[in-house]
């Protein structure tokens, strides 16, 4: 079952390495079936509002063209007249963030307001060239682009995407392995036009607060994982890269939210994936996740310290506002040093190549939980959760923190276990199964947000009692540690705060919600 459902990787690379690249794939004896010249010219509005929705738009044509040609193409797309001389307007996804449709997209082009602002925002002339990867029995596609791009100063890209079914994944992946050894390869979310457009400086096309996985009923437990670790390995490369080159600090929440996500998938689908390798990868991940930590824990007590002051502007702020910038900065360093590192590269490449071909998935080690289908693995999986979480939760009240932080983990997991199945929920089509996701959801949120409030708050009075205490980063001086002392005092007089009616509430909401993942079963 799960050959039918292919798979794609895009790597970026130094244009100067091309060369190497291609006698990489000779030597795997690698076919070449084709080569196309394309010239495009991406249009949005000043304020990206195309791009905004995760698609790229404008016009191409294959072959080259004269600069006359090319005014002439936009002359007549900008008089809404149809091309000539093999000119068509195209739209593609930008990274595998676009949403499943475009009618938001389509409704925005009909507009007569973003015709009238439409303008070139870069040109592009790219080199696709098209090989055929022999590996155990079939083979894999792989797609290298080289692309020349105007509008963003005289700039040079490269972009390998290989194409391949789950069957092939392990002597793919060995190609892979062996080619980044000669030639430097680094995943990517981005497609061509999202790089240009970060480098063109246009920042308000959006980082994706996740990735929808695009599940369907047809598929079996394990291939539904597959698809939500991808998914969630997508949302990582897209944020990492906005971090990597522009210090970009939604970048690093993202970046978290990414990995919760992936290792949320893995608790929800043990033991189907365990094995010795998996518990070796989740060591390395871990040494991934610490960095990101440190960078966004600075980033909050940044943001609390603001509005500490504005609850009581006689704090003094500024010598630790001082002291946290500069820790700040030097985790935002150490950070991108992690991710532009070598071995994260490779850990990436190992995560995945575990994801699609690990020990779990040979059939040695095969079970029935993997052939299951996805919906019946739902129904059983979330009637188990479900009930394990209502047990945690009816212990709230008397709880001590250290168990609340707990459960404020256990509901962001099953949360994020539930947006999981949105493709489920949307494709399923059946009146108010929608809306009972969405309650359940909703429910755990405030759950969830009443929780993280007080962690946050005993996280932040940790934080500046022991301002001189961290030996790890830079020191205190006795200013700031005053300065510390005073303001954990104000956090923990202004956090005070007994369990409140409205998680009561979310908690009575959550258990009344009909079990929409029976739905899912049935259908």
């Given at each position: 079952m799960a050959n039918r459902f292919?798979?794609?990787?895009?790597?970026?690379?130094?244009?100067?390495?091309?060369?190497?690249?291609?006698?990489?794939l000779g030597i795997a004896g690698a076919r070449w079936t084709a080569e196309t010249k394309v010239l495009s010219l991406y249009l949005d509005t000043p304020e990206s509002a195309i791009g905004k929705f995760g698609f790229a738009y404008g016009i191409r044509r294959r072959g080259d063209a004269t600069l006359n040609d090319t005014q002439q193409a936009l002359d007549r797309f900008m008089r809404g007249l149809p091309g000539e001389k093999g000119w068509t307007t195209f739209r593609h996804a930008m990274s595998a963030a676009a949403p499943p449709d475009a009618r938001k997209l389509q409704s925005l082009l009909r507009a007569?307001?973003?015709?009238?602002?439409?303008?070139?925002?870069?040109?592009?002339?790219?080199?696709?060239?098209?090989?055929?990867?022999?590996?155990?029995?079939?083979?894999?596609?792989?797609?290298?682009?080289?692309?020349?791009?105007?509008?963003?100063?005289?700039?040079?890209?490269?972009?390998?995407?290989?194409?391949?079914?789950?069957?092939?994944?392990?002597?793919?992946f060995a190609f892979l392995a062996a080619a980044a050894k000669v030639v430097p390869l680094w995943m990517t979310g981005e497609s061509l036009a999202l790089e240009a457009y970060r480098q063109l400086g246009r920042l308000d096309v959006p980082l994706p607060g996740a990735i929808t996985p695009r599940l369907t009923f047809d598929m079996s437990a394990a291939t539904a994982f597959q698809t939500i670790a991808h998914a969630t390995i997508d949302h990582f490369l897209l944020a990492q890269a906005r971090v990597r080159f522009?210090?970009?600090?939604?970048?690093?929440?993202?970046?978290?939210?990414?990995?919760?996500?992936?290792?949320?998938?893995?608790?929800?689908?043990?033991?189907?994936?365990?094995?010795?390798?998996?518990?070796?990868?989740?060591?390395?991940?871990?040494?991934?996740?610490s960095p990101l930590r440190a960078a966004r824990d600075l980033d909050v007590l940044l943001s609390n310290?603001?509005?500490?002051?504005?609850?009581?502007?006689?704090?003094?702020?500024?010598?630790?506002?001082?002291?946290?910038e500069a820790r700040r900065e030097k985790a935002y360093a150490a950070l991108v040093a992690a991710l532009k590192a070598p071995d994260t590269e490779a850990l990436l490449l190992r995560l995945l190549a575990w994801v699609d071909a690990g020990e779990w998935t040979r059939e040695a080690v095969r079970t029935k939980d993997r052939d299951e289908l996805i919906g019946a693995f739902v129904q059983r999986k979330f009637s188990k959760l479900i009930q394990k979480f209502a047990r945690r939760s009816d212990e709230l009240e008397e709880a001590s923190s250290k168990e609340r932080h707990r459960t404020r983990i256990h509901a962001k997991n099953l949360r994020y276990d539930v947006e999981f199945l949105d493709n489920l929920v949307r494709i399923a089509g059946r009146k108010g199964l929608r809306?009972?996701?969405?309650?359940?959801?909703?429910?755990?949120?405030?759950?969830?947000?009443f929780l993280g409030d007080e962690n946050d708050v005993l996280m932040a009075h940790s934080y500046f009692v022991g301002l001189?205490?961290?030996?790890?980063?830079?020191?205190?001086?006795?200013?700031?540690?005053?300065?510390?002392?005073?303001?954990?005092?104000?956090?923990r007089a202004s956090g005070k705060r007994k369990f409140h009616k409205i998680v009561a509430k979310a908690r009575r909401d959550l258990f009344e919600v009909k079990p929409f993942w029976f739905d899912l079963a049935r259908h």
């Open positions: 292919e798979r794609s990787l895009a790597f970026s690379l130094e244009p100067g390495d091309c060369e190497k690249l291609i006698a990489q007569a307001s973003t015709k009238q602002q439409l303008e070139v925002a870069f040109q592009s002339e790219t080199k696709r060239s098209f090989w055929s990867l022999p590996v155990a029995g079939g083979h894999a596609g792989v797609v290298l682009e080289q692309g020349a791009l105007a509008g963003v100063g005289s700039k040079r890209l490269a972009r390998l995407t290989v194409t391949y079914a789950a069957a092939f994944a392990a002597p793919l522009l210090g970009d600090k939604e970048g690093v929440h993202q970046g978290r939210v990414a990995l919760r996500r992936f290792s949320a998938a893995w608790r929800l689908f043990l033991p189907l994936v365990a094995g010795e390798d998996a518990d070796v990868l989740k060591e390395d991940l871990q040494r991934l996740k310290l603001t509005k500490y002051s504005a609850e009581n502007p006689s704090l003094p702020v500024l010598p630790v506002r001082k002291l946290l809306k009972n996701q969405r309650a359940f959801v909703g429910a755990l949120k405030r759950i969830q947000s001189g205490r961290d030996e790890d980063t830079l020191a205190a001086d006795e200013a700031a540690q005053a300065a510390g002392a005073a303001i954990a005092a104000h956090v």
